[in-house]
């Protein structure tokens, strides 16, 4: 496993480096500690959250065998995978890497491999099954894909991606009273902001079945202080929407105005209805330092991201940020119209 951790450190360290690559041009001492600090504080958490053993690396390591970039990074992984084919996890990281590559029919095989060794890995069985939606031509979940889900449901009935990947493909196959009976259940278990874009999914799936809408819900608790701190409607072009096939993420942030690329909100839901109304507050703060509410001008933001991933890469789509005023009464608008290149 140790080649394994080296390469996933590596693989956060490039991820790291990426978000951070701007304070390189104001400030070289920030941008050095910033990547030492963030490094440090994921393995950090590594070691309280997840399987301190896995990530125990030698003393000391050989200069040539660390990669240089992410694609250096994935073939390491590959050659290991290799020599030692019976890791899942070494698997799924392959899986995940090449889909935030977009090379979708590999990461589905690498999947494959990885559920072969961990069968009753629910969450394996789901990335399998988005795997194959991202791989088919035509972006439907296939009658394997369906199955995954279903044990996924199976092993984890209260697994949030798999009901709603299931839900995605009732109403593919024109099953709308199906979608839902699959999604209705989740309304209790998501935030906010993902339940107001569910409830427009379910209420549609509804029309379609001819039954009526969910009734209105309850006022939403305080966000911060008693109120969200701001209100964000995002739409997308026309053309652009076209290109959507159901399964991407659609991130909603906002930054400090002339400050880091680290949001001081942000969220993240189903790109999946449009035009689409968020709120953002405290409880949307990714860092504990820093809270919406402690600054006073921020830039919002919007991107669509078909694998899921928080960092932008080519092929996204994404709005024009605009400048705006924490604790503003009125909603500010983002349009998703261009593709990140």
């Known amino acids: 496993m140790t ?22 041009r104001s400030s070289r001492r920030l941008f050095v500690g910033a ?15 997840g399987t301190p053993a896995a990530i125990e690396m030698p003393a000391t390591m050989p200069e040539a065998a660390m990669p240089a970039s992410l694609d250096d990074a994935v073939k390491q992984l590959e050659a290991e995978l290799k020599r030692n084919p019976n890791e899942p996890e070494g698997w799924r990281l392959l899986g995940r890497s090449y889909l935030s590559m977009e090379r979708y029919a590999e990461a589905r095989t690498a999947f494959e491999t990885a559920l072969k060794l961990a069968p009753d890995d629910a969450n394996l069985l789901v990335e399998n099954a988005q795997a194959r939606l991202y ?24 697994h949030q991606r798999a009901r709603w990947f299931l839900g995605v493909s009732q109403r593919q196959q024109g099953q709308p009273a199906e979608a839902v009976r699959t999604w209705e259940p989740l309304l209790a278990q998501v935030d906010g902001g993902t339940a107001t874009t569910l409830r427009t999914q379910i209420n549609q799936a509804r029309a379609e079945a001819g039954l009526e809408p969910l009734p209105e819900p309850a006022a939403a608790p305080a966000m911060a202080n008693g109120k969200a701190l701001l ?32 949001p001081v909100a942000a969220k993240r839901v189903p790109a999946t209805s449009f035009p689409i109304t968020l709120e953002l507050g405290d409880g949307d703060s990714p860092m504990p330092t820093l809270k919406l509410s402690q600054v006073a001008k921020v830039e919002l933001g919007a991107r669509i991201s078909r694998a899921g991933d928080v960092m932008a890469k080519a092929g996204d789509l994404e709005a024009v940020a605009v400048p705006a005023d924490v604790g503003a009464t009125d909603a500010y608008s983002l349009r998703i119209q261009r593709i990140v290149e």
């Open 35 to 49: 990547v030492a600090t963030l490094g440090i504080g994921t393995l950090a958490l590594y070691r309280l959250l």
């Open 231 to 262: 209100r964000v409607s995002v739409d997308i072009a026309p053309e652009l929407k076209a290109r959507l096939s159901g399964g991407e993420t659609l991130f909603v942030f906002a930054r400090q105005a002339g400050g880091p690329p680290m």
């Open 135 to 158: 791989a088919s031509p035509d972006k439907q979940l296939d009658a394997q894909a369906v199955g995954l889900l279903q044990r996924a449901l199976t092993i984890e009935p209260q």
């Open 3 to 24: 080649a394994f951790s080296a390469i996933a450190a590596l693989l956060t360290l490039l991820v790291l480096v990426g978000v951070l690559w701007p304070l390189w």
